[in-house]
């Protein structure tokens, strides 16, 4: 591939020059024990993201394949060393301020850990001795496969897991990808330690290892560190293990699997070459073409005209050898069989025609901008690096392919389609409800630096109030945020939020929904519209260098929403669907529970998405009455990052809606129910899951409330891997897959919850332990070295928000919103470094000595 000279011609001039990834630079360095180092200095933010690959993931098994070995062995490398325990590994990234993690797929695991700059050579030595030394101590080894076996039940339960793992054991006949990542449960439980122990040595050895760093770091003291950590590991054998060559397809796979939902789910893949061939490039852009955006055809279509998908998009994987071009969608079950037919036919159409060019020139748009949105944090550029380097030997691949995207032309993007999306090589997979009858048998056919700031506030004529943050790389962002939520919607309208904000996408008095998508793409940008149980908004982001159409754009979708009927039938019709879904969740059934037992039929026990029943009940009257009293308002709150100048669009957005909204009206909040005295217990059966969710809730004050930094300081000590509940709970008794924490956070109130996922049977026994350790908790307090861990995340977390100003801008106009203050990030901040144990010690004694907590579970 490096040998190919991509065409420009098509291009736009602006894309021309400008690809983002060739302002890495990387330098390496290999050891005489065949390891690499390669180092990307950036001093865009003072963070380092430290990563440790090895070129071994689920299709390299050997003579484990399909077990899941390689990801069995990513857990245990967490825990321990003979130097360390796990938890003390853990605990002493955690005290520099860093997150330690790993993921495994089907040819890398990766381990990785992100911190401020200043402690990275600190960190270093302890990715070195997990990575190379893990002890895999017996009581650890049985441990984790028991924790594990909790995450194949995770997986059962979750359709879209289930769905493209069909679809593969489907596609792949002989070839590694047809197993999971995780593996097959039966060959999983037939592991042994000393398997385990072979594999890491068999593995993990110095030329199958590479060490990617990213960030505030010189590579002259990068090298010279990491030859100390890693140089002294010898070189070993490493077994060649081929990969076996899948059959060629000549007749077309059709399964179906039942699944306990409402929703019909289909899979459609198709076998297409790995990267390296000429063909990876068209088929790419086809995918694009065809359903990852939402001016896409099949999203276009099947989903807004015609109404047979909620959701549909399209993929192309792509190893080095072999892939697989895909189509996933959802709908009603009943729809099923049409909405696979007029895939196939949109599939068809594709190699019977070209596309247009102007289709083309927003793919390439697309491509262009998502690249530059990939190097917004450092691990993302160390990302970069590693997959290049692991495919091809070459840091800068992605810059390489991203020239072969930027220079494909419709020619090629039909010849591909007409080749591959073939009717004998389809792989059809359906995920169907399990009393849903079978089909009838179908005929045959056919970057720049980022800095971290503050934003800066301006207050215009009216109230109208502004946020800006300038910042190098060339994406401008702009976001509206709303006044909204549970709160602020009429009795009998639940769900009218979500609705309003989704339909600002879906059309103006001048743009319909198509349109706005068209445009939007042809900018080389995205759109999005949120709504939660305190706020909404809207948000576009595009290439700095379309900012003034954007802004038209924005403002037209702000001021000048349509909510035409046909539109609002549609958004309902996905909402519907959304509910639906959440069903499949047990976390989110759990969460229901937990809201109404708390506060009944006050909005705040309510879902954000409504009910079937009051969805029915929104018209467009409705929507535009909320639109009108709730979201244009002068309460809206105006943000942008980016490197425009702020005064150049403040001056636009000033002049076009400074006068134009009125006085916000205070809504009348209904007072909430009495907290509970007693102990509450609220369950749920829901037939055909795999796990079992245990979630108890203690009331908390409303979202303004000082506390709350401090309860911050409580959850994220007691959400991590080397956490007391962590250890308590998954480590020594081995009761859940996970175990963590975290908050509700409202207007007029909150609770803080302790969360796990059991296996049934075992819901008791987690529920009187969690509470045992809560109320240890709250009488005898965090220690120092707790306190101070959990405080160093948070601050470390709070750094690593700086790599992303469009973030950054956003919070900060939800805080300015809900009453924080615009600048409440940098007085948080200011706030943890001064704060001493004990006064997150208060908060545990206010909150969690109480009897009135809620305790929801759900169970098959």
């Not at 796990?86 to 790993?102: C, K, P, R, S, T």
Request: some cysteine; aromatic content about 8%.
């Amino acid at each position: 591939m490096g040998s190919t000279s991509p065409s420009t011609a098509g291009k736009p001039p602006a894309e021309k020059g400008l690809l983002p990834l060739s302002l890495l630079q990387v330098e390496q360095k290999t050891l005489s024990n065949g390891l690499t180092i390669l180092v990307n200095r950036d001093m865009g933010a003072p963070v380092v993201s430290l990563q440790c690959w090895c070129s071994t993931g689920s299709i390299h098994e050997g003579r484990w394949i399909g077990s899941g070995i390689s990801h069995l062995l990513e857990h245990l490398l967490f825990k321990g060393t003979p130097t360390r325990t796990g938890i003390q590994m853990v605990q002493e990234i955690q005290d520099l301020g860093g997150h330690f993690n790993a993921y495994t797929t089907y040819e890398r695991t990766v381990y990785h850990v992100d911190l401020p700059a200043d402690s990275w050579q600190r960190a270093l030595p302890i990715l070195a001795d997990a990575v190379l030394h893990p002890a895999i101590a017996p009581e650890e080894f049985d441990r984790e496969k028991d924790v594990i076996r909790r995450e194949f039940a995770m997986a059962e339960d979750d359709p879209e897991s289930q769905l493209f793992q069909a679809a593969c054991e489907t596609a792949f006949l002989r070839h590694p990808l047809r197993f999971p990542i995780l593996g097959q449960i039966d060959l999983f439980n037939a592991l042994s330690r000393e398997d385990v122990v072979a594999y890491h040595r068999e593995r993990y050895v110095p030329q199958n290892l590479f060490l990617v760093v990213s960030g505030a770091a010189e590579p002259e003291e990068v090298f010279p560190v990491a030859e100390e950590c890693f140089g002294g590991e010898p070189r070993r054998f490493l077994p060649d293990i081929p990969l076996p060559v899948e059959p060629l397809q000549v007749a077309a796979r059709h399964a179906r699997k039942p699944f306990p939902s409402e929703l019909a789910r289909v899979a459609m893949l198709y076998p297409v070459p790995g990267l390296g061939h000429p063909d990876s490039a068209p088929l790419r852009v086809l995918a694009l073409l065809l359903g990852e955006s939402r001016s896409s055809i099949l999203h276009q279509e099947l989903v807004e005209k015609e109404g047979l998908a909620e959701e549909v998009e399209a993929f192309a994987f792509a190893g080095m050898e072999i892939g697989a071009f895909g189509i996933e969608a959802r709908c009603g079950p009943e729809r099923l069989e049409e909405l696979a037919e007029r895939i196939r036919g949109e599939l068809s159409r594709m190699g019977e025609s070209l596309p247009a060019e102007a289709d083309l020139t927003l793919a390439r748009r697309l491509t262009l901008a998502r690249s530059i949105a990939d190097l917004k944090s450092m691990a993302g550029k160390a990302e970069a690096v590693g997959s290049g380097w692991l495919l091809a030997r070459d840091p800068y691949l992605k810059e390489t392919f991203l020239r072969l995207l930027l220079g494909v032309t419709a020619e090629e993007v039909q010849r591909v389609a007409r080749r591959y999306l073939v009717p004998h090589k389809e792989n059809r997979v359906d995920l169907v409800p399990a009393d849903f009858p079978p089909p009838k048998r179908r005929r045959a056919g056919g970057a720049l630096p980022v800095k971290g700031a503050t934003p800066f506030l301006t207050k215009a004529s009216g109230g109208l109030r502004m946020l800006s943050l300038e910042s190098g790389l060339p994406l401008q962002f702009f976001r509206a945020a709303f006044d909204g939520g549970l709160l602020f919607e009429p009795k009998g309208k639940e769900g009218v939020c979500f609705l309003s904000a989704q339909l600002l996408l879906k059309g103006t008095r001048k743009r319909t929904a198509a349109r706005i998508a068209r445009e939007v793409e042809e900018l080389g940008g995205s759109m999005a519209a949120d709504a939660g149980n305190n706020s909404a908004g809207l948000s576009l982001e595009v290439l700095s260098s379309e900012w003034a159409s954007a802004l038209d754009l924005f403002l037209d979708m702000l001021l000048e929403p349509a909510c035409r009927e046909e539109e609002l039938v549609i958004e309902k019709r996905k909402q519907l669907s959304l509910l639906q879904a959440e069903r499949d969740d047990p976390l989110a059934i759990a969460r229901d529970l937990i809201r109404r037992a708390l506060w009944g039929e006050h909005p705040s026990g309510g879902n954000v998405l409504g009910t079937e029943q009051s969805i029915a009940s929104i018209g467009v009257s409705d929507v535009a009455e909320f639109i009108r009293k709730v979201l244009q308002t002068n309460r809206l709150i105006i943000a942008g990052a980016g490197p425009v100048n702020p005064t150049e669009w403040q001056s636009i957005v000033a002049s076009t809606i400074a006068s134009r909204f009125g006085e916000a009206s205070e809504p009348p909040f209904l007072p909430l129910p009495p907290r509970p005295a007693q102990p509450v217990r609220v369950e749920k059966r829901v037939p055909g899951k795999e796990q079992a969710i245990v979630e108890i809730a203690f009331p908390i004050p409303e979202l303004v409330h000082p506390d709350h930094l401090p309860l911050g300081v409580v959850r994220e000590a007691l959400s991590d891997l080397g956490t007391r509940l962590f250890v308590r709970v998954r480590d020594e008794l081995g009761l859940a897959y996970f175990v963590s924490a975290s908050r509700f956070l409202g207007r007029q109130a909150g609770y803080f919850f302790f969360y796990a996922g059991t296996a049934p049977g075992k819901e008791r026994e987690v529920e009187q332990i969690l509470l045992e350790e809560v109320f240890r908790l709250a009488e005898e307090g965090f220690s120092e070295e707790e306190f101070a861990r959990a405080r160093a995340k948070l601050i470390s977390e709070e750094k690593m928000s700086w790599q992303n100003p469009a973030a950054v801008v956003a919070n900060s106009a939800l805080h300015e919103l809900l009453g924080l203050g615009w600048d409440y990030d940098e007085r948080r901040l200011a706030r943890l470094g001064a704060m001493e144990s004990e006064e997150v010690n208060r908060v545990l004694r206010s909150y969690f000595r109480t009897q009135g907590y809620v305790v929801g579970v759900v169970r098959p």
